[in-house]
């Protein structure tokens, strides 16, 4: 039972416009979220993290929502460049009761953008 | 350079070689873990360990071992490989405080081929 999941396996946009990358997840005990970029041949490094008392964080060009409700957040890039290219995991662990030691990923988006 | 190092970076070896994947980090970080990354299905935790001598399984642990002695290292050890165990490995990192799986740092990968 995957209790991350990132449906969308790649995405494609201009350079400039904004890329919405999403993620869901089922595990209701999950309660921060983070965003990883991965270049190839390299190892993941992180982006963006949100707790699950906010609805959203930004960090420059990066943004994370988060819509507890609806298990649902979502990665937004503006502008997006041709370096954002990259995959992106999506990933969850569950911070309070001391389980914040393991951290569960989604499948990833491969985001590519187009000069 | 804060980094984490993983030695070595490819393995080609064959079914049943017990085998060794070595984890260094120069940054003092408490968490460390071992994730492995197949096609597919994304990022999966192998073990964690949360200081010298406390280590636990992740989500896929079975044909792994670990071992902790000390703080800097957290070696993988597979004591008889198969070619269910052909993947890419990665080593993280990280303070525990305020949360062992904020921003973890991730080594270069190992990429393991089992015959």
């Known amino acids: 039972d995957q209790q991350v999941k990132q449906n969308s396996p790649s995405l494609s946009v201009q350079e400039g416009r904004i890329s919405i990358l999403n993620c869901d997840y089922t595990?209701?005990?999950?309660?921060?979220f983070l965003w990883y970029k991965k270049y190839p041949a390299e190892g993941p490094t992180f982006l963006i993290s949100i707790s699950s008392i906010k609805d959203k964080n930004e960090d420059g060009r990066f943004t994370v929502f988060l819509n507890k409700s609806a298990k649902h957040l979502s990665l937004h890039i503006v502008p997006s460049q041709p370096g954002d290219s990259a995959v992106y995991f999506c990933?969850?662990?569950?911070?309070?009761?001391?389980?914040?030691?393991?951290?569960?990923f989604g499948k990833g988006t491969l985001l590519t953008v187009n000069p | 350079e804060a980094q984490v190092t993983q030695n070595p970076r490819y393995l080609i070896t064959v079914t049943g070689k017990k085998l060794t994947v070595t984890c260094s980090q120069n940054m003092n970080h408490e968490y460390m873990s071992w994730y492995r990354q197949d096609p597919g299905l994304g990022l999966r935790q192998i073990y964690y360990s949360m200081n010298v001598e406390v280590t636990d399984k992740g989500d896929v642990p079975e044909g792994y071992k670990v071992s902790r002695k000390e703080k800097r290292n957290f070696p993988l050890i597979l004591e008889s490989p198969s070619p269910n165990q052909t993947s890419l490995y990665f080593c993280?990192?990280?303070?525990?405080?305020?949360?062992?799986?904020?921003?973890?740092?991730f080594g270069p990968g190992t990429r393991l081929t089992v015959l």
């Open positions: 993280a990192s990280s303070f525990i405080a305020p949360r062992a799986t904020d921003t973890q740092y």
């Open positions: 990933a969850a662990t569950r911070n309070s009761g001391g389980s914040n030691y393991k951290l569960t």
């Open positions: 595990n209701s005990m999950f309660d921060y």
